[in-house]
């Protein structure tokens, strides 16, 4: 190997390295537009990183403000729970109660000929009808033990009833405390909700957008990827095609470097890099304009944006117009000829018909396509 092929290696290996670490820093910026634009729609992939950093620090300082009233009506829901469990508790036993008083004692009152008040099941309800049957003469043994146990029964009940209404006094003394401190903490929510508008006109989606901008600053060098997310769509998905264009570039030069016996020269890296972005460029401009056209000659309608670009379909374009580079620029070519001399004679002279001789390609199994014109 000659200290030229060597250094022409170097100089390719240099290229890769750079436009690897520039194509990646584009690609993860761009990938985290396209899935901001997915996640919030009204941002169009869009955010502001500085924004977001004075909107989180002043939510912070929102939310350690109201840290003691949060955590007091945390306690209150705690405590609410456990009273209405009480109170549920108690109203069952009261029910239960009531319904066996009821039982016991409407047969007695038939039998002593008394019309009891049916509708009211109260503790004093159930305690007048009971003393009245008490009273009543004539009453069997069994009536009269039984009477004494539903006398027993029912201050059973009153007991309950005491106990349910002390439940719920004890609850309504939580609710009121509830609205004295929901209204500090509303207000506090609602600050932290205007803020999180500013930056995520959804403040639903600030937190998912929230970790996403944090773990794309947390990976990115020196906070590039994080600057570059700040560009506009369409600035950043042309960059990325640049930049693919130029990695397919260097994947075609470097099995010319390695296989072909004429060595690749520093002339022919620039030249290809060059040419490469010139291909990636015209084919997303191709690609593009042949989508817009489709939807208007459908009559579809269709508001396509930079933000829902996929940026691998992008970086897919970008690298095989890089690779392809010389066949994509011919197929423009020949295609472009046709479209301006289809229907008429054009005022250049006609081709000749007969192909040119044949010439041998001095590099068989170098590069993925022939090279001999830049070569």
Not at 47 to 66: N, W
Not at 160 to 175: I, Y
Not at 284 to 305: D, K, R
Request: aromatic share 6%; glycine share 10%; hydrophobic share 50%.
């Amino acid at each position: 190997m000659t200290f030229y092929k060597f250094s022409v290696g170097v100089v390719l290996a240099v290229a890769m390295v750079g436009t690897l670490g520039a194509a990646s820093l584009a690609f993860s910026a761009r990938d985290f537009q396209f899935g901001v634009a997915q996640i919030a729609p009204d941002t169009n992939g869009l955010i502001d990183f500085h924004r977001l950093a004075e909107a989180d620090a002043q939510i912070a300082k929102l939310e350690a403000e109201t840290a003691e009233p949060r955590g007091a009506l945390l306690e209150i829901e705690n405590a609410l729970a456990a009273v209405d469990a009480r109170v549920e508790r108690a109203n069952t036993d009261a029910s239960a109660a009531a319904a066996s008083i009821v039982g016991a004692v409407a047969p007695i009152e038939e039998r002593a000929g008394i019309q009891g008040n049916v509708a009211d099941t109260s503790a004093q309800a159930l305690s007048q009808r009971v003393a009245a049957v008490a009273g009543r003469a004539g009453l069997s043994a069994a009536d009269q033990q039984t009477i004494v146990g539903l006398q027993a029964q029912v201050q059973q009940l009153a007991q309950t009833e005491t106990g349910g209404d002390a439940a719920e006094a004890d609850r309504a003394a939580l609710l009121a405390r509830q609205r004295a401190l929901g209204v500090q903490v509303e207000e506090s929510n609602r600050r932290i909700y205007a803020l999180q508008q500013s930056v995520v006109p959804n403040y639903q989606h600030y937190a998912r957008v929230r970790g996403e901008a944090e773990a794309l600053g947390t990976m990115s060098p020196l906070g590039v990827a994080a600057y570059l997310a700040q560009g506009h769509p369409a600035l950043l998905s042309t960059t990325l095609v640049l930049l693919m264009g130029a990695l397919g570039s260097l994947l075609y030069l470097f099995p010319a470097y390695l296989n072909r016996p004429e060595p690749v020269t520093m002339a022919e890296i620039v030249v290809r890099l060059i040419f490469g972005m010139c291909a990636a460029l015209a084919v997303y401009v191709l690609a593009n304009a042949a989508i817009a056209g489709f939807s208007m000659g459908s009559g579809v309608v269709q508001a396509t944006t930079s933000s829902t670009l996929n940026p691998f379909t992008i970086s897919l374009v970008g690298i095989v117009a890089g690779v392809l580079s010389e066949d994509i620029a011919k197929w423009i070519q020949d295609r472009g000829r046709g479209i301006f001399t289809q229907g008429g004679v054009s005022g250049a002279p006609r081709a000749s018909t007969t192909p040119p001789p044949a010439r041998s390609e001095p590099a068989p199994t170098g590069g993925l396509v022939n090279n001999e014109a830049i070569s």
